[in-house]
């Protein structure tokens, strides 16, 4: 058999055009009409094409750039200067331009508050192509890792010791350096001590600092490198990062909300993400669904007062753990009495008001009654006797625990997982994003936004196809 071998140096009698590059059905034409799609005004780009002084490159053609990338894995600016000279479809993408790796970091930057704004309007364009239906939302959240060590995280106890070390240190450089003084002609390096005494003196007014930001805002802990990230624990260990939180919907499982919060747990996220969320659709979602994880109930409720069926399982729940002989499910409260009975019959009667944890405290009056109880160890081992914390919205407590219970609240529960578990998934194995490129909360909010809006627009290719998709997003009205 014949092979047929490729030639560098022939000539073709006329040079492509650059639109001959990639297929009519090429999923890069689709990221090329989602962003012509996409309103820069809205987004908050500012678009001037009489601007005086040296041209700059489209917005439209960077935004194109970072949305395509992103899409592929592609994040490091240097690595989509790379890809603009060597990759066909980044080349047709852009239509020729190479801008260099500074400009693409620099657009990224400057347009932090735009790129957080791409979500909404991809989501909105999923909305009008019907794929999009807001009546059923799930709520989760993810571990990202910041763009910064852990070790820099500083608590005010960290600083205390390291500027305990620090003025020490500089105590012994002080007497070195007078020695060297006296002595210069014995010391083999007195160059050295000064120099290693202004680096000892600039970190220890480094930690000052953040030792006075502890202080002044009661955070627990400061990140030097990135203000805005906390301390999350994840899979592969504690980090410095950040929580991705994210709304789904049921219908085609498509992203309608995006968010970043500098908070290591999901707790008291549930009514923020769910508002987000119906701001976008441009109406209330029928239900809304999360783990445990979101288990607070004075968020909950905030919910539930707006008519929204609330689907989400208390710990005990969660983890199918039944009721123990004395847990406070096994206590009877009696409303026109105001007070709790006992497994045994004694009576918790209202104690006082517990204004930290929002929830009123009850307890038996006569405390040897718990100490002579047979079941005392068992139920408590307070020598006050057995107390019963009753929440202030407790009825809420046991209406959701109720409503999660029964079979059409299984039925949405199981299909949580398949729905908000799949792009985080894509986003951190597919597209391998172990950490956020860009600083601070809004930097991240805008990376966010950007990998979730690629998840969206590579889901509608797959429901689609390239050729249906494209003639959908042209056929949308423009504006």
Not at 169 to 182: A, F, G, M, P, S
Not at 258 to 276: G, H, L, R, W
Request: hydrophobic share 30%; net charge neutral.
């Amino acid at each position: 058999m014949a092979y047929r071998y490729g030639d560098r140096n022939q000539c073709t009698m006329f040079p492509r055009s650059i639109e001959e590059y990639v297929t009519t059905d090429d999923p890069v034409r689709v990221y090329d009409a989602f962003v012509e799609a996409l309103k820069l005004g809205e987004l908050g780009i500012i678009w001037e094409e009489d601007n005086v002084g040296n041209s700059s490159y489209d917005p439209r053609s960077m935004l194109k750039l970072l949305v395509y990338g992103y899409s592929y894995g592609i994040r490091s600016s240097r690595k989509l200067e790379r890809a603009l000279y060597h990759n066909v479809s980044f080349i047709w993408l852009v239509g020729g331009l190479t801008p260099d790796h500074k400009t693409i970091a620099r657009f990224r930057k400057e347009n932090r508050p735009a790129l957080k704004n791409v979500l909404k309007q991809c989501a909105r364009i999923c909305i009008k192509l019907k794929l999009i239906d807001g009546n059923t939302l799930f709520v989760d959240g993810s571990k990202i890792r910041a763009d910064a060590s852990i070790n820099n995280t500083w608590t005010e106890e960290r600083c205390v010791k390291s500027l305990s070390r620090i003025d020490a240190r500089i105590e012994e450089i002080l007497q070195e350096c007078e020695t060297v003084d006296n002595q210069e002609q014995d010391s083999p390096s007195p160059v050295q001590l000064p120099e290693e005494l202004a680096n000892k003196k600039k970190l220890n007014a480094k930690i000052q600092r953040v030792l006075n930001e502890l202080q002044v805002t009661g955070a627990g802990s400061i990140n030097s490198t990135d203000r805005d990230c906390v301390k999350v624990k994840g899979q592969q260990g504690t980090h410095a990062g950040y929580n991705g939180q994210i709304v789904v919907d049921e219908k085609h499982g498509l992203i309608v909300n995006s968010d970043v919060v500098s908070q290591s747990n999901d707790y008291n996220q549930f009514t923020n993400q769910i508002e987000q969320a119906n701001q976008t659709l441009g109406k209330p979602c029928e239900t809304a669904c999360a783990d445990a994880g979101y288990a607070d109930v004075d968020d909950l409720k905030k919910i539930d007062d707006q008519g929204i069926y609330v689907v989400v399982p208390a710990q005990e729940q969660a983890h199918n753990r039944p009721a123990g002989p004395f847990d406070k499910e096994r206590f009877t409260y009696d409303a026109g009495q105001d007070c709790y009975r006992c497994p045994t019959g004694q009576v918790l009667s209202y104690a006082f008001y517990d204004a930290d944890q929002n929830d009123r405290v009850y307890q038996i009056a006569d405390k040897t009654l718990c100490r002579s109880c047979p079941h005392y160890g068992v139920c408590t081992t307070a020598n006050s006797g057995r107390r019963i914390r009753r929440l202030a919205n407790e009825e809420t407590k046991k209406k959701l625990r109720r409503q999660y219970q029964q079979k059409q609240s299984q039925d949405i529960y199981r299909l949580r997982k398949q729905k908000v578990e799949l792009p985080f998934g894509h986003i951190k194995h597919n597209l391998g994003v172990a950490s956020f490129l860009l600083r601070g909360i809004e930097g991240a909010g805008a990376e966010m936004s950007l990998l979730c809006s690629c998840f969206n627009v590579a889901r509608m290719i797959g429901i689609f196809g390239v050729p249906t998709l494209l003639a959908n997003i042209r056929g949308l009205t423009p504006g």
